[in-house]
């Protein structure tokens, strides 16, 4: 079950909605795990044990951790060996056939037909990378144990953010778990950021990926120059557009449950430098290895060339944690290898040019960077590449085949919204009406267009889903 299909939408949300307001506050953290194992079982039936499990030995692993805080030889012992535990179901669902097929002995060990019965549970990164910061935190004194397993197991199932995040810290939900507040204004809120969400999914992101895939299916060496870069500029729409979208729309489903969420997307597209890019692109990512990998390992404490080593670990296992490919490793150093030569001194020379020059500089690095991230293997991308600067010789004809009216229309919708101008625009509308009208009048305005926008957001994405079954989400495959 997606947030952006119908079943969602009209059946499970308001029903949840519905039981959830209706009952007695002492009741809603139940109804709420309850809701969100029932929804990772819609679409994972067998697997909602598996996550259960993860649960039952993360409540006592946090335990062991908490209890024996004190010894510290034997915290740490019980943090590995839960850590591990995490790390080594992960290992299995997601990188087993990678590791079988890039180390082909193993196939002489193990059964080729067993590889093909193992499927990837939908969330299982992101639920992980959760339980490990829980246990971390726990182990460095920055929170208390969980000593109620039913709290523990919503905050690692909660299903706004559960199949494809945002990556939520235990430190900035504990609270609110015991104790949250749920008014009007913040459901309001959380209503309209989830159908912005859902308009950026439906309208914005499926528009761009029918052109992106049509693109991507063709021969990478027939490719016109023109077409490459349609195809990739529309596939860096696709994947903003649709994980910024969920983004919101778990946030804002979080508040209509009276929770705050971090925010995971701040107009990453505006960057000046790769670094900038990974303080505004999945934050909550980022952030998470920041703090659990680069930090531990050393962060920029030590020498240069140690710094740089701990910058390329984080950047491999942030490709490797994307997909079980080496297309996705190569995307991750790639990033790795700008951020490397900006420490060095590319950083310094881009702040002494022209701003629109920085831009360009980020932008070209992101977009050939998504190209190893879209291709269905290394090579394919490689040349894709060649394409997309004429290297190669491409077939001759007009790109206006996979444009019509309302796809170009969508990708300029999309190239606006992926910056701030739209903000911009509106704070001065804002001050246009305070300055004019009197201040209930511009109130009424504000929250006459705000509820507008958020129901025609709403009415257009059902639009769109009733007349097309196109729905894909790059997200589920993490």
Request: hydrophobic share 50%; with cysteine; glycine share 6%.
């Amino acid at each position: 079950m997606v947030f952006s299909s119908t079943v969602f939408l009209f059946l499970f949300l308001p029903i949840v909605l519905l039981i959830y307001y209706f009952s007695h506050p002492l009741f809603r953290n139940g109804i709420l795990l309850i809701a969100s194992l029932f929804f990772y079982a819609w679409g994972e039936i067998y697997y909602v044990f598996l996550m259960i499990l993860t649960i039952a030995i993360n409540y006592i692993g946090g335990l062991l951790i908490y209890n024996y805080r004190n010894i510290k030889f034997a915290s740490a012992f019980f943090l590995f060996v839960v850590v591990a535990i995490n790390l080594l179901f992960l290992l299995y669902y997601k990188y087993f056939n990678f590791i079988v097929d890039t180390f082909l002995p193993l196939k002489f060990i193990l059964p080729i037909s067993h590889t093909a019965l193992i499927h990837l549970p939908i969330g299982i990164s992101f639920y992980t990378f959760q339980n490990i910061s829980y246990l971390v935190d726990v182990y460095r004194k920055e929170v208390n144990v969980q000593r109620n397993p039913f709290h523990l197991a919503l905050y690692i199932s909660l299903f706004p953010q559960l199949i494809a995040g945002p990556i939520i810290r235990y430190h900035d939900v504990d609270e609110q778990i015991l104790k949250r507040d749920t008014t009007w204004e913040k459901f309001y809120d959380g209503f309209s950021r989830f159908f912005k969400g859902l308009g950026k999914k439906v309208l914005i992101a499926n528009s761009m990926a029918m052109l992106a895939d049509d693109i991507f299916k063709l021969p990478a060496s027939d490719i016109p120059g023109i077409i490459a870069w349609l195809g990739i500029i529309c596939y860096s729409l696709q994947i903003y557009f649709d994980f910024s979208g969920y983004s919101d729309m778990a946030i804002g489903l979080g508040k209509m449950f009276g929770f705050t969420f971090l925010e995971n997307f701040n107009y990453p597209y505006i960057s000046k430098s790769i670094q900038e890019f990974w303080r505004r692109w999945h934050i909550s990512l980022s952030s998470w290895f920041r703090d659990y990998v680069y930090i531990p390992l050393g962060g920029s404490r030590r020498s240069q060339l140690i710094t740089y080593r701990n910058l390329l670990t984080v950047f491999f296992l942030t490709g490797l944690w994307h997909g079980a490919s080496w297309n996705f490793v190569v995307w991750g150093l790639f990033h790795g290898f700008f951020i490397i030569l900006e420490r060095i001194g590319l950083n310094s020379l881009l702040k002494k040019s022209y701003q629109p020059i920085q831009h360009l500089y980020a932008l070209l690095v992101v977009i050939i960077g998504w190209v190893f991230f879209r291709a269905v293997d290394i090579s394919y991308a490689v040349e894709y590449i060649q394409s997309m600067f004429g290297l190669n010789e491409g077939r001759n004809f007009s790109s206006l085949t996979y444009l019509d009216k309302y796809t170009l229309f969508m990708l300029g919708i999309g190239i606006i919204f992926s910056t701030p101008l739209r903000i911009y625009l509106s704070k001065q509308v804002s001050i246009f009406t305070m300055k004019y009208f009197t201040p209930r009048l511009h109130m009424f305005l504000e929250n006459t267009f705000s509820y507008v926008f958020s129901l025609s957001m709403f009415l257009l994405s059902i639009i769109e889903l009733a007349k097309s079954s196109y729905n894909p989400f790059i997200y589920f495959r993490f």
